[in-house]
């Protein structure tokens, strides 16, 4: 299917453990960027790539780790969950040249 | 610190009224600005955006207007239907190549009957 997945969906794990969120899109598109999304927060940037191969940090990068090694994927790696990294993530991307950002459904993740 | 604001957490307009839908921002560098909406459950889809080089975009039921000098931009619906109850989020740009944005904290709109 064209556009942007995300897997899973929800998932729930516990504290300490690994888990990685996947971000999957179809349009080549050159940027792609993870957010969470909290209440009274709104979303903020966690992570965003120009490229494959290229990283860089967003407002909130403690306790996370991306990689993209081909310009469709870009997942996102918690490596010790914590219970104050349970929200909403939502990966996007866009085009090099553009603002406006496609989004996808979305990961809710409960850390207990 | 949080360099845009949507002061309002929720908002209640009946359907055919107009839905006015405000948001601030204290960064004057910003030079792009987008409306997205967002569906439970679902992800933030584009909805409208505005140059900071412009004071006004149309889009067939949805405005933005910008004030620069009050660094305030607000988005207008109208007629308001039962469909665009949702959450609205206003984002903030600086030209750069990345162009990342800036979000604020959500309106939630109700369109009543």
Redesign the interface.
């Given at each position: 299917d064209a556009g942007?997945t995300q897997s899973p969906r929800y998932k729930i794990t516990e504290t300490g453990r690994q888990v990685t969120l996947m971000c999957h899109q179809t349009w080549s598109h050159s940027?792609m960027?993870w957010?969470r999304q909290d209440l009274?927060?709104?979303?903020?940037?966690i992570y965003?790539s120009?490229a494959a191969d290229i990283t860089?940090k967003?407002e909130v990068p403690d306790g996370y780790v991306v990689s993209r090694s081909k310009t469709e994927n870009f997942p996102l790696t918690l490596e010790s969950a914590t219970r104050s990294q349970t929200s909403v993530y939502?990966c996007?991307s866009?085009v090099?040249h553009?603002?406006?950002?496609?989004?996808?459904?979305?990961t809710r993740l409960t850390v207990t | 610190d949080q360099q845009v604001k949507q002061n309002s957490p929720s908002l209640s307009v009946q359907e055919g009224r107009i839905s006015i839908l405000n948001c601030d921002y204290t960064n004057s560098m910003f030079d792009y600005f987008l409306w997205y909406k967002k569906y439970p459950a679902e992800g933030p889809t584009f909805l409208i955006s505005i140059s900071s080089i412009k004071d006004k975009n149309e889009d067939g039921r949805f405005t933005v207007f910008l004030n620069k000098s009050a660094k305030h931009l607000s988005l207008h619906i109208v007629p308001s239907q039962p469909g665009d109850s949702a959450v609205y989020f206003c984002a903030a740009s600086l030209l750069s190549t990345a162009s990342k944005l800036t979000f604020g904290t959500g309106t939630r709109l109700q369109v009543t009957l």
């Amino acid at each position: 299917d064209a556009g942007i997945t995300q897997s899973p969906r929800y998932k729930i794990t516990e504290t300490g453990r690994q888990v990685t969120l996947m971000c999957h899109q179809t349009w080549s598109h050159s940027y792609m960027f993870w957010y969470r999304q909290d209440l009274g927060h709104g979303l903020r940037l966690i992570y965003y790539s120009a490229a494959a191969d290229i990283t860089d940090k967003g407002e909130v990068p403690d306790g996370y780790v991306v990689s993209r090694s081909k310009t469709e994927n870009f997942p996102l790696t918690l490596e010790s969950a914590t219970r104050s990294q349970t929200s909403v993530y939502f990966c996007a991307s866009k085009v090099g040249h553009s603002y406006e950002q496609y989004f996808g459904p979305g990961t809710r993740l409960t850390v207990t | 610190d949080q360099q845009v604001k949507q002061n309002s957490p929720s908002l209640s307009v009946q359907e055919g009224r107009i839905s006015i839908l405000n948001c601030d921002y204290t960064n004057s560098m910003f030079d792009y600005f987008l409306w997205y909406k967002k569906y439970p459950a679902e992800g933030p889809t584009f909805l409208i955006s505005i140059s900071s080089i412009k004071d006004k975009n149309e889009d067939g039921r949805f405005t933005v207007f910008l004030n620069k000098s009050a660094k305030h931009l607000s988005l207008h619906i109208v007629p308001s239907q039962p469909g665009d109850s949702a959450v609205y989020f206003c984002a903030a740009s600086l030209l750069s190549t990345a162009s990342k944005l800036t979000f604020g904290t959500g309106t939630r709109l109700q369109v009543t009957l």
